[in-house]
């Protein structure tokens, strides 16, 4: 969990958002209701989760998932775009879909897992790569 959340608040500080996996509710910034012990990111929906502490769904606009797929690869980051169930399938993800979210956010949003072996350098090394697809895109 320590892992994801720096991955989390580095995307988040860098203009990303976290889409996560549980209890997504959408509805306008002020309108939003989200619980003390929930994580909230804004872009242009409040996006309200109670999540799985080692799993983010991020959202990067107009950098689609297999292009971001395609160059963490290169980089020797291992991610996805879709459920651990439907891996190497190139299809929407079908949990975004059921969680409401739109297509068009749903075709920029990359699935990251962090496990056991995981180390902070892994960690610096994936926001540094973020941060660099990211910024060829602004």
Do not use: H
């Amino acid at each position: 969990a320590k892992l994801s959340k720096k991955i989390s608040d580095f995307v988040q500080s860098n203009g990303g958002t976290i889409i996560n996996d549980f209890g997504v509710e959408y509805g306008d910034i002020d309108d939003a209701d989200c619980g003390d012990d929930a994580d909230v990111s804004f872009e242009k929906f409040c996006f309200c989760v109670r999540n799985l502490p080692n799993t983010l769904s991020i959202f990067m606009p107009n950098v689609s998932k297999m292009s971001q797929i395609m160059q963490f690869d290169l980089a020797g980051i291992a991610i996805s775009a879709g459920s651990a169930c439907s891996s190497g399938k190139v299809d929407r993800s079908y949990v975004l879909g059921a969680m409401g979210v739109d297509d068009k956010i749903a075709d920029n949003t990359i699935r990251v897992t962090c496990g056991l072996l995981n180390t902070d350098e892994d960690i610096e090394a994936f926001n540094k790569k973020w941060l660099e697809i990211a910024n060829k895109k602004r």
